[in-house]
């Protein structure tokens, strides 16, 4: 029996990293078995251009591992952290301390103010 989506408007945003002309965005849709997830990126610099804007998405995964390759394929910490979903930031705040901890992180923000962002949006306390 194929999965059922429990509503109509099933995705939601999830994770969305960015800043002004583009960011990457984790989005989310609940089924009957769980939830399925996907990554878009945008970057709309090239407008300034009179160039087209940058976009890619990738396809719906069940697997969160999966997910978070996808994020990192499109350097998601390189941006600051603007919404986490409540029953998500547990799981991001994983992925984002194994990543600060491995140093292979490159963001436009310095690494600490990066990391107190990133507390804030999970609900961390320091």
Request: with cysteine.
């Given at each position: 029996?194929?999965?059922?989506?429990?509503?109509?408007?099933?995705?939601?945003?999830?994770?969305?990293?960015?800043?002004e002309?583009?960011?990457?965005?984790?989005?989310?849709?609940?089924?009957?078995d769980?939830?399925?997830?996907?990554?878009?990126?945008?970057?709309?610099?090239?407008?300034?251009?009179?160039?087209?804007?940058?976009?890619?998405?990738?396809?719906?995964?069940?697997?969160?591992?999966?997910?978070?390759a996808?994020?990192?394929?499109?350097?998601?910490?390189?941006l600051?952290?603007?919404?986490?979903?409540?029953?998500?930031?547990?799981?991001?705040?994983?992925a984002?301390?194994?990543?600060l901890?491995?140093?292979?992180?490159?963001?436009?923000?310095?690494?600490?103010?990066?990391?107190?962002?990133?507390?804030?949006?999970?609900?961390?306390?320091?």
């Amino acid at each position: 029996m194929p999965r059922r989506l429990t509503r109509p408007s099933d995705a939601r945003a999830i994770l969305i990293t960015g800043v002004e002309g583009g960011g990457v965005t984790l989005y989310g849709r609940k089924t009957t078995d769980g939830w399925e997830y996907r990554v878009d990126y945008a970057d709309q610099t090239p407008l300034m251009l009179h160039e087209p804007e940058i976009r890619r998405e990738t396809a719906w995964t069940r697997d969160w591992n999966e997910a978070l390759a996808y994020l990192d394929r499109e350097r998601w910490l390189r941006l600051p952290p603007v919404m986490v979903a409540p029953e998500f930031r547990t799981r991001v705040w994983e992925a984002v301390s194994a990543r600060l901890a491995s140093g292979d992180v490159q963001s436009i923000w310095p690494r600490e103010k990066l990391l107190a962002r990133c507390r804030e949006r999970c609900g961390i306390e320091s």
